[in-house]
């Protein structure tokens, strides 16, 4: 039996990133005045895998005979994948020492994860997204509990295994009954089981394709399936809430737009997807939005923000345009800088008192313009950034999500979607406003930053600032991804 060729080029992004895994989990054991190199290694192989990520982009290929796609939308959200990864490691170099919890395992970890990620975007068969899910999702779990001697901590991960278990169900189900509707895992081929193609149409393709959507719903936080996600996103270590925040949701978007573009982006009958689309996605925004406003935690208050903007996105899928996955892609973007530059701030913060869960209350952030100026002025900066305030990433990404919306002409989705904006204005201003005119109730501590966390944080501002004032080459670069 003549075995296919592989093209281990195409491959090049995931095992740069594999590799990095293992070689981080062998710097592990360095002696302690070499503790920084599992970090850096981290960041040497993201780095090498953003350079396979460039010398792919205008080569597209079907790699493994045909189960991973190669093209400008998966090189697109693998470049989110490696920025988000980049920053997290930065912002865990720094946070994870002071935890006591400076373990290369966590690098190794979180590369594995990013790897996952990569594997999801760029399927184009059913076994391999299931796999990619899998690769992600695993070290997730032990991520959220890290810093093992929390019981927060411990709970998040918990919590965040038993969502996962969920999910996992209803994707796997719902594959299992795409396959017997169709006979086939390869995505493309599938889109011949629908109307419209040479095969005849089975009501299990509409249960599948229900029960698969449901699944990956689970990881977008979209409402009613968020369930637990504040919960973890509070309770897991602040490095890890960001990536989580950035990169999961990120991998969640990617894979949705692949199956719906690959099998069921323009069929008359299952198209039905766009109005439920449409209704979860003000849902979701609406709920984000009006619970965040309650919220005195300011990790839980982000976690409610991160669900309000899974609802925008879900305003530019159900756009079912070119414009829309550019949008998606451009507005994601954006937000990883937003997020995780705030939880930078949010971890300087934290460690100013004895305890996280008064470190990451709103009164924390009471003065921290006199304080720390410099850290207040880049949450300022996020802040602004996420209400979508204009010459920010934030106000860009939401313009071009709310103009596919008029151009696919859902005028009543973009409207609610402004709204919204503006009620999101109300949570994020108010942290504003303990930073510079609240003075704080007892004296804190002072605000160290270290080198790795103030990197990570300068980059944040720039990328957001970048974004704003001048989107025009990564939107030239995100563009054309169909």
Not at 293 to 314: P, V
Not at 462 to 480: C, S
Request: hydrophobic fraction near 55%; charge should be positive; charged fraction near 10%.
């Amino acid at each position: 039996m003549t075995m296919p060729a592989v093209d281990w080029g195409a491959l090049s992004p995931f095992l740069w990133l594999c590799a990095g895994g293992l070689l981080t989990t062998l710097l592990s054991v360095a002696p302690r005045p070499l503790k920084s190199l599992p970090g850096l290694g981290a960041l040497l192989s993201v780095a090498l895998a953003g350079r396979a990520v460039w010398s792919l982009w205008d080569q597209p290929r079907i790699a493994l005979g045909g189960m991973v796609a190669v093209d400008r939308m998966a090189l697109g959200f693998d470049v989110v994948f490696l920025a988000t990864a980049a920053l997290a490691i930065l912002l865990s170099m720094s946070a994870l020492r002071r935890d006591g919890a400076d373990h290369g395992e966590f690098y190794s970890l979180l590369l594995f994860a990013t790897a996952g990620m990569t594997m999801m975007a760029g399927s184009a068969n059913l076994l391999v997204l299931f796999l990619g899910l899998e690769i992600l999702s695993l070290p997730l779990y032990i991520m959220s509990a890290f810093t093992r001697t929390r019981e927060r901590a411990l709970e998040a991960s918990i919590k965040y295994f038993l969502m996962g278990a969920f999910s996992t169900g209803f994707t796997l189900y719902g594959m299992a009954l795409l396959y017997g509707a169709t006979n086939t895992l390869d995505l493309r081929r599938m889109a011949a089981a629908v109307p419209g193609g040479t095969g005849e149409f089975h009501g299990l393709l509409y249960a599948g394709f229900g029960l698969t959507l449901i699944g990956f719903l689970f990881k977008i936080a979209a409402v009613p399936f968020h369930f637990w996600l504040p919960d973890v996103y509070q309770g897991a270590p602040t490095p890890v809430t960001g990536f989580m925040i950035a990169g999961t949701k990120a991998a969640a978007f990617a894979t949705v737009l692949r199956v719906l573009t690959s099998a069921f982006w323009m069929d008359p009958q299952i198209v039905q997807w766009v109005p439920l689309l449409s209704v979860l996605a003000v849902l979701t925004m609406t709920l984000g939005n009006v619970v965040a406003l309650a919220q005195n935690n300011i990790k839980r208050m982000l976690a409610y923000s991160s669900i309000a903007h899974a609802g925008y996105l879900l305003v530019a899928v159900a756009c079912r345009s070119e414009a829309g996955v550019s949008s998606v892609l451009f507005y994601l973007a954006s937000y990883l800088f937003m997020n995780i530059g705030a939880f930078v701030v949010v971890h300087l913060v934290e460690h100013t008192r004895e305890g996280d869960e008064v470190g990451e209350l709103l009164q924390a952030y009471a003065g921290l313009g006199k304080r720390a100026p410099l850290a207040a002025a880049a949450m300022a900066v996020f802040m602004f950034a996420l209400t979508g305030m204009p010459l920010t990433g934030g106000f860009v990404g939401k313009f071009f999500i709310f103009r596919a919306a008029l151009d696919a002409k859902l005028y009543a989705l973009a409207i609610l979607g402004v709204l919204n904006s503006v009620v999101s204005a109300a949570y994020y201003l108010r942290v504003i406003v303990y930073m510079y005119f609240r003075e704080p109730a007892t004296e804190p501590g002072p605000i160290r930053s270290p080198l790795p966390a103030t990197l990570a944080l300068a980059l944040s501002v720039v990328g957001v600032f970048f974004l704003g004032l001048n989107p025009g080459p990564i939107a030239a670069l995100f563009a054309r991804l169909m």
